[in-house]
T-cell receptor, first 113, second 113 residues
Framework: DARVTQTPRHKVTEMGQEVTMRCQPI?????VFWYRQTMMQGLELLAY????????DSGMPKDRFSAEMPDATLATLKIQPSEPRDSAVYFCASGLVRGNEQFFGPGTRLTVL | AQSVAQPEDQVNVAEGNPLTVKCTYS??????LFWYVQYPNRGLQFLLK??????LVKGSYGFEAEFNKSQTSFHLKKPSALVSDSALYFC???????????FGKGTMLLVSP
């Protein structure tokens, strides 16, 4: 049963610390998305990769957030330095360019104190 | 630009009764429309999609949705609700010329026994 995996599932850190979230997309999928979910803002798209190339990161605060795909099996989202307002659930999703559905991982719940 | 509106923050229905969760959309071209469900502490799960063809789309867990082009709506329906259907439901749209989905704010469905 192919699924998107994310690590860690939960992360508590202090303001100013670096946070790295990892995502393993479904094997064979060539699009990867990072979303942030909060009660106030709902689900926000942070970044979008196609064939490992970043195509859209307009939703991401550039000064502290960065997203990469070192290889086809790993996507990372980093926050440095982290701030309390970054507390949220971060989801990774993957799909096919010619498909339409996105398949979501279980999320990383981040708490920045 | 593409957008989605889910006008109800919460829908309450008794078990066994029919349910409807509303969604309206705005795109410049032909829409691709989706419904996702999110259970507590889980990622989003794909329920169904409309790309082309019949306006009534059937999906997982007995859900269906009706595409109405004139009203720009894509309401989610189920003939008989179950308590286990209680969850957060998201409508999403993708303009054919876009690569990314735009999600609504979500509607919490509460089914009472």
């Amino acid at each position: 049963d192919a699924r998107v995996t994310q690590t860690p599932r939960h992360k508590v850190t202090e303001m100013g610390q670096e946070v790295t979230m990892r995502c393993q997309p479904i094997l064979g999928h060539n699009t990867v998305f990072w979303y942030r979910q909060t009660m106030m803002q709902g689900l926000e798209l942070l970044a979008y990769f196609r064939n490992r190339a970043p195509l859209d990161d307009s939703g991401m605060p550039k000064d502290r957030f960065s997203a990469e795909m070192p290889d086809a099996t790993l996507a990372t989202l980093k926050i440095q330095p982290s701030e309390p307002r970054d507390s949220a659930v971060y989801f990774c999703a993957s799909g096919l360019v010619r498909g339409n559905e996105q398949f979501f991982g279980p999320g990383t719940r981040l708490t920045v104190l | 630009a593409q957008s989605v509106a889910q006008p109800e923050d919460q829908v309450n229905v008794a078990e066994g009764n029919p349910l409807t969760v509303k969604c309206t959309y705005s795109v410049s071209g032909n829409p691709y429309l989706f419904w996702y469900v999110q259970y507590p502490n889980r990622g989003l799960q794909f329920l169904l999609k409309y790309i082309t063809g019949d306006n009534l789309v059937k999906g997982s867990y007995g859900f269906e949705a009706e595409f109405n082009k004139s009203q720009t709506s894509f309401h989610l329906k189920k003939p008989s609700a179950l308590v286990s259907d209680s969850a957060l439901y998201f409508c999403a749209v993708r303009d054919k010329g876009y690569s990314t989905l735009t999600f609504g704010k979500g509607t919490m469905l509460l089914v009472s026994p």
